[in-house]
Each structure stands twice: as C-alpha cells, then as structure tokens.
C-alpha cells in the first residue's frame, strides 16, 4: 500500500499534468472513466456486496444500508454525473481581467486549478465518482477519503476510473484514495499540507469540527444548516405556508432544509394554528417559545438548545418576535449561516432582510430548498460552503479553481 | 481588561453595523481618523518612548529600533495612508452578476464584508493604522494583534483611531486590539472562531506556520518568498542582468526579492561571469551549484539547503540547468509559489513557463519586485497570500470581501 507521502507526491505529479490538459482531453477522460465504470459493473457489485455483508453483520440500520447499496442503475446513474460534468463547460484558463500599468507592464489574472483536492467524506459510495468529476474537469488531481463501510466499494470504482483514463492515455493518480481506515491516517492526511492544497470535508457536523481543528492545509467548511424562515406582518400567509412546508418537509435530510420559524407577533394568532394544521399532514412536531405555546397549546415548549438545532427530522422550533429588528438578531444568533428566507409584502423589509441577514444564501418569498448547485445552473456541486473564505453557497467547477497573476514585461525593473 | 470573548463579541456587534455603510459614512470615518491621529501626535510619540526604552533595554539591534521608531513624519504618513484608502472605491455591494432562473427566482450574486478580520503581526506600529484602514473602509471590524515590542504605541495607535470614530458617530468597536501579551492569549485568539471569520497573519516563517497549525479560524497565509528568476538560452543577457541586479538588490528584505537564479547551461558561460560582476557591485554572495562553481570558481558551493532558502540579504543561489523543462521543475519544487520570472525571447518558451510556474505571480522579462498591491493598481494591500484559497498575490480591499447569494422569488418552492 502507498505512503500518504507517495500518494501526495504523485498526486502533485499528476496535477501538474492535469493542469495544461485541454478542455477537449479532459472530456474524453470523463467519458472513457464513465464507460469503464458500466464495463466494470460487476467488478463494483462484488465489492458493494462485501461492503452490505460487513454492514449487515454489524447490524447496520436500514436506512444506511440503502445509502451504501449499489445496484446497476446507480452505477449508471455514476457514469451519467461524469458525462453531465464532460458537458459542463471548462472553468480552467479564463483571463479575468488584464490591464496595462504606467509602466507598460501588462498585469492579467487567469483562472487556474487549485492543484491537489483532498476530499473526506463519510456519504454514499457514488460520492467518490462524483467528486473525481468535478475535480478533474477543473483540472486538478483529487485525494479521496471515504467512509470505511464503503471501502471495498470505493476501491472498485477508483480502480476502474484510473482504468478508463490510462486507456485514455491520461494519467491515473488524477484520483487516489486512502485505503488506511484508522484514525491516525486521517490525521496524518489532514496535515499533508506540502501536497495538498485544499482539504474539503463533506458530513456531519462532528466531521466537520474535526478537520477544521487538526488540519493544516486550508479548509473549506461545507454545511450544516440551521435554516429559518421568518413570516413578516405583511405576509401573504397562503404563501408563507406553502413555502414553510416546503422547505420543511419536502426533504427532511438535506441541509437547506428549514428548521426554525420565525413569526411576527402581529400575525402569530392568525399563522400558527393554520401552520400547525398544514404541518400535521406530515406530523411535524413543533417545539414554540412561550408565547408561541400560548397561542397552540400543543406546541412542545422549545429550549434554548432548540433555538441553534439542525434537526434534519420532522421537527421545527418556532419563535415570536415583535419586530424585524428582533427577527434579524434572533436568525444572526442561531443560524449557521446557510440559508435564511422573509416572506413579505414590504418592499423595506425585504431589502433589509437581504442586506443584515448574514449567510451564503437571503431569500425573498421563496424556499430556502433552492440552496444547490444545480438549482442554481451550475450544473454540479462538491458541496455547499458556510463559511466566508474562497466561495460561500454551493460551489460548482468555478469554484475548484484559483487565480494566478501573469505579468508581460519588456525588460521593467522596480525603480 | 477586556476578556477575548468581550472582545470577539464586540467586534462582531461592530461588524453588523459597518456592513450597512455606505461609503460616504466609511470615508468620513477614515477622514476623521486620520485628523485624530494627528491631534494625538504627542501621546503616540510618548507611548512609542516608552517602547524604545524598553527596548533600548533589551538591547535591541539598530536596525529594528528604526522599524519601531515613531517620528511625526512617520505618524503624518500613517493619517496619509487612511486619507489614501478614503479615496479608493469601495468593494461593498457590488452585485458581480444577476440571473434569473427557469422557475422565475432572480439569483444574484452581491460582494459584502468579510465580518470580523483577525489580524496578527510583528512589524512597525504604522501596521497598525494601515490594517484598520482597509478593513475598515472594506465594512469589517478588526481585531489586531501586533508584537509585544511595539504594546504602548500600538495602544496609543488605536485608542485615537476609536476617539476619531466616535468623534464621527461610528462605532469605536470597528478597530480593537489585543493587549495581553501572553502565548496563551494568542493561542487562545487562534481560536475564536465564533466571532473571527478571517486570520490573517504578517510576519515571519515562524509566525505564519503557528498561526496555520494552530488557527481554527481560516488563515490567509502572506508570504514568504524564495522568488526565482530564469534566465532561457534565448534571452537578452543586457535585460536579464538589469532584471537580476533590480530583483536581488533593490531592497533585500522583502517577500518579493530575487533569492535564486536559475540559468541555462548554454549561456551560463557567457552570462555568470558578467553576472557577478554586476552583483560584485552590491557584494552579493554567489552560492552555485557544481557547474556554476566550475564557471566562475568564486562563488560559494550551494548546499541543498540553499535552494529552499529566502535570504532577505545579499546572498543569491544560482543553478544551472540543461533545459525549461528542468528550470519550471526546479523552481515548482524550492520556490514558495509568491513570484518567478523568465528572461527570454523564445514565444513558447514564455507561454509555457506562465502555464507551469505554480506562483502567485509569474513574470516574462521583468522583475519580481512587481508583486505589490500599488504596483498592480490595488493602492493599498493587506499583505501578499501565497496560499491558493480565497486570494492569490496582492490583497486589496476586494479580497478583504466575500460574496452573498441574494434571492429574489414570489412563492417558489421546490418541486
């Protein structure tokens, strides 16, 4: 098995190739990986069904097992993602601006690749040809670390995208995983700054604190999401439910999903009970401040923990608030900066709203469920950041790419 | 004294108000600032006293006791710099691009603050003042820490730049330093990410590595540099000893001084000899490989040590190499990514090394010392990031931004 040091180094190798490649040879060696991936079906239902039994036996809930279960329409259905992101167009070379100085120097600034992507992540097993996707079209060499319950399955598929880009004639260690399942090898990969050059975790919160505490190569923090809605007095109360039982229920998992209502007070009395109705469809259960309580005694009572919850359930906190102001403080204090919505008539409210709510995604009357790379036309995402750094909201190709100053002289020297 | 968490807290509180500035309000800031400084020449020259004796004391070198020395003229440069920075454009609220989607939702994409920007530094008290003034006028407040040589005039620094904010109804709140001159105190401000969005730190190798293994906040590494400069078989060997004697002489102490020459073993013969009797003119010190030693048996034997080296003196490394593909590996594997240049006549030549020098910035016929937010036209700079995330090169005001999604909808909800 490679060192973390031989899998960092040819992986720098590899992106210094990757990096001149046009956008015409990375196509094809999207497309060859995606047809070697079906070629290879039974190879990776083999593995798969190492990885179930091992589940199975460790008595792995329902839920996760269908997560980790490949079938032939999900390999498919990875082969298709690599030819969506063939298609895409190359973010690699663009010259964003160039200018010529008092000098004569001519100063441009040109998108490049980032160079080497670490990614870990702990999700489903297509999240590895997903992720290779999208970091190679953007010209860079990716270092992937899945989940250990998916090791078996990982393994096959990277193993048969390596395939497809030698026979391709492109070199392989574009994607490499770490096959070490222990947590000193994490640890070491997250401190393999010399090689890599951007670490993005991709899971839960617990995953997330940890790489943004041990790692030493730069991060990209992906989300979790303490999304809220706040239903202004001058709402359209038929739109506000519609867009709260949306963005609540239409899909409970996801971290654009709502998870905290706030209400102004002038409308509480007329909105709760209608919400509470709406939301009884899916038994959504409510936990509402004091005065939220008051007004439907079935609320649970919410505590202060409540307020900060990603609940990713069929729950929803629920707070009063007399003004705008309270609102905006009340979401900039608990939220996680992801994805925030008014629903309103005022024209000044929405405004305000959009300028003083701080997160990657304001919205105005519609739901926080749009926050996605493909819902946002950038065709594909690694993932959706939360913090300020880099790229904030969902991140597509444009955003596994950095910039590199160029500089035309004719001999210029500093006087 | 204030704890970090009073301090944090307060600074965020700031943030929110300045995000909503306009530019006039930000400039009469800055204005008045500046003219507060000035009215407190006299207790910022008797706290900079009181640095000196101490350091005076400690037996500090002649050359850092003129960086921590205040004059007038150098307090008047320092309300210069933040009348410079009032009259550069504001970043803030630009919207970088606006689309409207298939279902009707308009996306757009807005530049606004970062929040709160940490700062960590080492240098000359006037740091200070120039900090504040691009977070500042960028809409962010700041949280300094400068070296524990330069406390008092620090202190003095910031104490009339809060005066003068509040003379202007602004928050005070907007610049804040951390006293406490502890290890623990900044281990524990590498910490505050709940309050701190951004940590950039200014100083040396040292400093800049115990900030990226210790922050949880996400750092934006300034440089250092081991810039090279390639003289191709092709070039002009007038040009390329101007852009050498300019890049290695010029000023020494800086990130973007020349530290190696890398030449072309066909030229080496004609080239080294006149070479080192330019630099014979500033005694520089020659340390050559086996080959450069043969041509000219004055210079020093390099070590391998040398080649990674940034000297900040009048010390050069010098290689020869046998082709460009040699040269762009050697460089990609010693230099630090700030800034690297050819020399050359040769069109392919030229283009290749822009496309495979991995720097911050890459040059053809000039000299390095170009990398520099005035000399690029940004008018001021934070610092120069060698890192590849959020910004590369030069950091002006734009890069003390990030973006927000705002989202205009009337009723939208996920399918």
């Not at 190492?50 to 997560?67: F, I, T, V, W």
């Not at 979790?224 to 001058?234: A, L, P």
């Not at 963005?247 to 909105?271: D, P």
């Not at 990713?312 to 629920?318: K, M, W």
Request: glycine share 8%; with cysteine; aromatic share 6%.
């Amino acid at each position: 098995m490679a060192t973390l040091q031989e899998i960092g180094q040819r992986a720098q190798e590899a992106s210094r190739k990757l990096q001149i490649l046009g956008a015409a040879e990375k196509d094809r060696g999207l497309l060859t990986a995606a047809e070697r991936l079906l070629r290879g079906q039974e190879e990776i239902l083999a593995a798969n069904e190492k990885d179930m039994e091992k589940a199975r036996a460790a008595g792995m809930s329902q839920g996760l097992l269908d997560r980790l279960r490949l079938t032939p329409e999900r390999i498919e259905g990875m082969a298709d993602g690599l030819r969506q992101v063939a298609a895409l167009e190359d973010p690699v070379g663009e010259v964003l601006s160039m200018k010529k100085r008092p000098n004569g120097l001519m100063i441009g600034q040109k998108r490049v690749p980032l160079g080497v992507i670490g990614i870990i992540y702990e999700a489903r097993p297509n999240v590895t040809a997903d992720a290779f996707g999208l970091c190679f079209k953007s010209g860079n060499a990716a270092i992937l670390k899945g989940g250990s319950d998916a090791l078996c399955s990982n393994q096959a598929i990277v193993a048969c995208i390596q395939k497809g880009l030698a026979e391709a004639g492109l070199p392989g260690e574009a994607v490499q995983m770490i096959s070490s399942t222990d947590r000193a090898a994490t640890q070491a990969f997250m401190r393999l700054d010399q090689y890599v050059d951007v670490l993005i975790p991709r899971g839960g919160a617990g995953l997330i604190r940890t790489v943004v505490e041990q790692s030493t190569i730069p991060v990209i923090e992906t989300g979790t999401g303490n999304c809220h809605i706040f239903v202004d007095e001058s709402a359209d109360l038929d739109m506000a439910l519609e867009i709260l039982f949306n963005a609540k229920t239409q899909r409970i998992g996801v971290c654009n999903a709502c998870e905290s209502l706030v209400v102004h007070a002038k409308i509480a009395e007329q909105f709760l009970p209608r919400m509470k109705e709406r939301l009884d469809e899916k038994q959504v259960e409510i936990r509402g401040d004091e005065a939220s309580c008051r007004i439907v005694p079935s609320f649970t009572p919410a505590t202060e923990e409540d307020w900060g919850k990603e609940y990713l359930d069929y729950i929803l906190s629920c707070k009063i608030v007399g003004s705008l102001d309270e609102a905006i403080d009340h979401i900039n204090r608990y939220h996680t900066k992801h994805s925030d919505s008014i629903v309103t008539r005022d024209y000044a409210n929405a405004q305000r709203f959009l300028d003083e709510i701080d997160a990657a995604a304001v919205y105005v009357n519609a739901s926080t469920r749009f926050t996605d790379g493909s819902e946002f036309g950038f065709g594909a995402e690694i993932g959706i950041s939360t913090q300020k750094l880099h790229a904030r909201g969902p991140m597509g190709l444009k955003e596994l790419t950095t910039t590199k100053y160029i500089i035309y002289g004719n001999g210029q020297v500093r006087p």
